[in-house]
């Protein structure tokens, strides 16, 4: 099964700010996608990682505050743009390939102030 | 509107005893169901699939039935371990086709085992 990596897994960032998450694949995978998860709520899929062409955004989700790319079947990075409090909130990465179950990343822990 | 409620939102046992986690959907067309579990500063990890036709499948302590008539499916937790402590999160694939389908999340129920 593949193994994600993730980071940073914690950031505190002040207003106004972005940050970028990283993700790594230890194996090429057909999919990858970025969620969002706050406390005591389902985990909402933010969009899809297409590699060499644009993200799929869910609907909520724009590019401009979320851009996303996937230069290659392993790595993919998320940024959280000009960075809110209402942003505060874990940030994870997964793939799949095929029809395995999703693999996770860690989680970033982001706190905006 | 497609959802998954689980209940209990939260619950709190003693260490070797069992427990039932519950998860209903309003889920259409539906294509599977997963359990994952969540463990604390950790992304989600897959317990077991059921599809369509199972009714029971076991994974260790870990028992998952699935009743697609009352669309309810419930973890059954056995002889729990303190490793036990975790959110355990219903998930249900909506659609029938690889290309085209959609995962409808529940909020999960946190599970906290005591000694």
């Known amino acids: 099964s593949a193994v994600i990596s993730q980071k940073p897994s914690r950031d505190i960032c002040q207003r106004g700010t972005s940050l970028t998450i990283q993700c790594q694949v230890d194996?090429?995978?057909?999919?990858m996608f970025w969620y969002r998860q706050q406390p005591g709520q389902s985990l909402t899929l933010i969009a899809t990682?297409?590699?060499?062409?644009?993200?799929?955004?869910e609907s909520g989700f724009v590019i401009d505050k979320f851009p996303i790319s996937r230069p290659n079947l392993t790595f993919s990075t998320l940024t959280v743009s000009n960075m809110s409090p209402e942003d505060s909130s874990i940030y994870l990465c997964?793939?799949?390939?095929?029809?395995?179950?999703?693999?996770f990343g860690n989680g970033t822990r982001l706190t905006v102030t | 509107k497609n959802q998954v409620e689980q209940s209990p939102q939260s619950l709190i046992i003693l260490e070797g005893k069992n427990c039932t986690l519950q998860?209903?959907?309003?889920?259409?067309?539906?294509?599977?169901l997963r359990w994952y579990k969540q463990d604390t500063g950790r992304g989600p990890v897959s317990l077991t699939i059921?599809?369509?036709s199972e009714n029971t499948k076991s994974n260790g302590r870990y028992t998952a039935t699935l009743d697609a008539d009352t669309k309810q499916s419930s973890l059954h937790i056995t002889a729990s371990q303190l490793s036990d402590s975790a959110s355990y999160i219903c998930?249900?694939?909506?659609?029938?086709?690889?290309?085209?389908?959609?995962?409808?999340w529940g909020a999960g129920t946190k599970l906290i085992i005591k000694p």
């Open positions: 997964s793939a799949r390939d095929g029809n395995s179950p999703l693999h």
């Open positions: 059921m599809t369509f």
């Open positions: 998860c209903n959907y309003t889920v259409s067309p539906f294509s599977n």
């Open positions: 990682a297409n590699q060499g062409s644009e993200a799929t955004y």
């Open positions: 998930v249900v694939r909506k659609g029938e086709r690889d290309s085209n389908y959609q995962l409808i």
């Open positions: 194996s090429q995978v057909t999919m």
